[in-house]
């Protein structure tokens, strides 16, 4: 059974940092994993996402600079770093994970994801 349970949400004040982290297992494949962020009443948003493999990321314009995503490969856990947050990234941020081979126009498409988590709140004050 896929598992992925988020973890490292918490309130901050503007400029700071956090890192969330999702230990995952019994993904069907080990391609690409992805965050996602939501603010209630609005859309799921795509933050970060990376091939487990070779590393290679890529991400929402609103968090480059500022947003690392990275893998333990050895441990099964997907990371978020963020730095110099701001009230605007407040949101509930999910890891996610397909259940097939995704293409680099899914990347960030919350509709090529199969399994989430729970999700981990993050709210930035100013």
């Known amino acids: 059974e896929v598992q992925l349970v988020e973890s490292g949400g918490g309130s901050v004040q503007a400029g700071g940092s956090l890192r969330l982290a999702c230990p995952f297992s019994g993904l069907p494949s080990r391609t690409y994993m992805a965050w996602f962020r939501q603010t209630p009443g609005k859309e799921r948003e795509g933050v970060a996402n990376?091939?487990?493999?070779?590393?290679?990321?890529t991400y929402d314009a609103s968090v480059k600079g500022r947003f690392w995503i990275s893998r333990d490969n050895a441990k099964n856990i997907l990371y978020l770093q963020m730095n110099s947050l701001q009230p605007e990234d407040t949101a509930m941020y999910y890891c996610?994970?397909?259940?097939?081979?995704?293409?680099?126009?899914?990347?960030?498409?919350?509709?090529?994801?199969?399994?989430w988590g729970q999700g981990t709140q993050v709210t930035v004050s100013s």
């Open positions: 996610a994970a397909p259940s097939r081979l995704i293409t680099a126009n899914q990347f960030l498409d919350p509709e090529a994801y199969d399994y």
């Open positions: 990376i091939h487990i493999i070779n590393g290679r990321a």
